[in-house]
């Protein structure tokens, strides 16, 4: 294809697709611009060389300047624009990260597309544009954006722009919307890899409200592969659903997470909730196996039993990483666990979002 810029390449989801794509596409330059804030770690992509098939460059997509210099000189074939600020928690605290990096950077880097007639742009968003998701209904492509949270809101504000770029000026764009991702080398402030950091060191596992929010749950490798196919194969204008079926309540995650690592339930805590928690996100696929040809086929227990596996093996990243992530996670647990139980009821009700 040529050259393709991956944004956020070194975060989780980013490096999962830029070693995949490296893998199955080797005669391809792969781009990588990344911040490399908190979330972003260089050494995920220590197994591919700089040369001519790749290059990593720090910088900020919310820098003009930078995205310029770097489109006059890599003219990209194709972007997979995945780079935001991701955590709901912290876009509670501090919703301006969010709206900077999630909206104007995408902004920046649509207008470079345009200026620049970029063939194709491919914007990640997220289920969470769609909000609360009734039972036992999945939301298809069509449904309406109803987000809950600053960290939901700016990315729906993003997918929009995007939107808006294919409608007004003709671009290419294709978005995928993909449910809760999990596995290796992610950060340990999501809950699956917060949990099995805290089970392995015997430390209380806080659980929101009841825990019988619902989430489907998407190997990391396949929503990569999700995008790929995406990228290859979607029509411009269009989104792709990308979920697996693995629709799971957190506290099912939870335990399933302590029978794997040999760690008893009482190391669960109900803590009060989050603000604005959505009960249930569910998507509806059929477009994506239908028009691209893609299906999630690892089941929740396999991708678990893997992801477990490497966390166990690689203690040394996950210290590193959770030194550079400061000290947001540990105070905002501790303000929710002063009333902590270990009961099997829930010290504070779930919100019902």
Not at 24 to 37: F, G, I, M, S
Not at 265 to 283: E, F, G, I, K, Q
Not at 317 to 324: D, F, K, P, T
Request: with cysteine; aromatic share 8%.
């Amino acid at each position: 294809m040529g050259t393709i810029l991956i944004t956020g390449g070194a975060g989780f989801i980013g490096s999962a697709l830029t070693l995949r794509w490296a893998r199955q596409h080797p005669k391809d330059r792969v781009v990588v611009l990344d911040a490399l804030t908190y979330a972003g770690h260089r050494p995920s992509l220590n197994s591919l060389v700089e040369g001519d098939h790749f290059r990593f460059v720090h910088g900020d997509i919310c820098s003009v300047e930078a995205v310029d210099a770097l489109w006059a000189q890599e003219k990209p074939d194709l972007v997979l624009h995945l780079a935001a600020e991701s955590h709901v928690d912290r876009s509670i605290l501090g919703p301006m990260a969010f709206i900077e990096t999630n909206v104007r950077g995408t902004q920046v880097l649509l207008e470079a597309a345009r200026k620049n007639k970029t063939p194709r742009f491919v914007f990640i968003s997220t289920d969470e544009v769609y909000g609360p998701t009734p039972e036992p209904k999945r939301f298809d492509e069509d449904a309406p954006f109803r987000p809950t949270s600053p960290y939901a809101a700016s990315k729906a504000g993003a997918d929009l722009l995007a939107q808006s770029y294919h409608k007004t000026y003709g671009m290419d764009v294709v978005i995928t919307r993909a449910s809760n991702n999990y596995g290796p080398r992610q950060t340990p402030e999501k809950l699956i890899p917060l949990m099995i950091t805290k089970a392995l060191g015997d430390e209380a596992l806080p659980v929101y409200g009841d825990g019988q929010h619902k989430r489907d749950w998407i190997f990391v490798e396949e929503h990569a592969a999700g995008i790929m196919a995406a990228a290859l194969k979607g029509k411009p204008g269009r989104a792709y659903n990308l979920g697996a079926g693995n629709e799971r309540t957190n506290l099912d995650i939870v335990k399933s997470i302590l029978q794997l690592v040999g760690k008893p339930d009482t190391l669960v805590r109900y803590v009060t909730d989050r603000p604005a928690h959505d009960r249930r996100y569910a998507l509806g696929v059929a477009r994506a196996q239908r028009e691209l040809g893609f299906s999630a086929v690892m089941t929740l227990e396999e991708g678990l039993k893997q992801t477990v596996a490497w966390y166990r093996a690689n203690a040394p990243w996950v210290a590193e990483v959770a030194a550079r992530q400061g000290s947001f996670g540990a105070s905002w647990y501790a303000e929710r666990m002063k009333d902590a139980s270990t009961t099997t009821k829930p010290v504070t009700a779930a919100t019902g979002h």
